[in-house]
T-cell receptor
Framework: NAGVTQTPKFQVLKTGQSMTLQCAQD?????MSWYRQDPGMGLRLIHY???????DQGEVPNGYNVSRSTTEDFPLRLLSAAPSQTSVYFC????????????FGSGTRLTVV | GESVGLHLPTLSVQEGDNSIINCAYS??????FIWYKQESGKGPQFIID?????DKRQGQRVTVLLNKTVKHLSLQIAATQPGDSAVYFC????????????FGTGTLLAVQP
């Protein structure tokens, strides 16, 4: 199993550009989520999904959109990138709503200039 | 709002010594706790978990202690090795339908040879 796969690993954007961070898991996990990690602030939840067709906002959703058309994929879209979105982004999944720990991807390092 | 924090942002230990990483949580309704290890450039990796109906749980070289009275969580690593050098996060999950984890800011464990 590949686990949780994130692409790209690195990305540089100009302010105002849009892009999609990809996340795919092959473990048939129902629950998927996106976090951003900033120095000194730990992991903060952006959006999450409890199953295909269902998404909800986390702690810091502004500036990001998500969709969950399939169980496997949970892309994160930045519609108009801002320097404040410079961060490392992690996608995570787990088997079900009440399941134990998450499986994390290896992250996407995004720089907005 | 609820938050998870760590007492020590950086912990330096000698190889072979035992390490203790501490974490305070504020949500008394939290019923599940996890420790993650994050090596440089990688995503967080599950180490060990504990549910609120337990006080102690042991794994291979690691022990998690939970003190619900003072809302304190600790991770003990026995015979610390250079490969243990990483950032360690605690995370909590409150009871309910969703599977959202709240992460602390992390402690950097530096193992000196």
């Amino acid at each position: 199993n590949a686990g949780v796969t994130q692409t790209p690993k690195f990305q540089v954007l100009k302010t105002g550009q849009s892009m999609t961070l990809q996340c795919a898991q092959d473990m048939n996990h129902e629950y998927m989520s996106w976090y951003r990690q900033d120095p000194g602030m730990g992991l903060r939840l952006i959006h999450y999904s409890v199953g295909a067709g269902i998404t909800d906002q986390g702690e810091v959703p502004n500036g990001y959109n998500v969709s969950r058309s399939t169980t496997e994929d949970f892309p994160l879209r930045l519609l108009s990138a801002a320097p404040s979105q410079t961060s490392v982004y992690f996608c995570a999944s787990s088997y079900s709503q009440g399941a134990s720990g998450y499986t994390f991807g290896s992250g996407t390092r995004l720089t907005v200039v | 709002g609820e938050s998870v924090g760590l007492h020590l942002p950086t912990l330096s230990v000698q190889e072979g010594d035992n390490s203790i990483i501490n974490c305070a949580y504020s949500n008394s309704a939290s019923d599940y706790f996890i420790w993650y290890k994050q090596e440089s450039g990688k995503g967080p990796q599950f180490i060990i978990d504990i549910r609120s109906n337990m006080d102690k749980r042991q794994g291979q070289r690691v022990t998690v202690l939970l003190n619900k009275t003072v809302k304190h969580l600790s991770l003990q690593i026995a015979a610390t090795q250079p490969g243990d050098s990483a950032v360690y996060f605690c995370a909590e999950k409150s009871g309910g339908a969703t599977n959202k984890l709240i992460f602390g800011t992390g402690t950097l464990l530096a193992v000196q040879p």
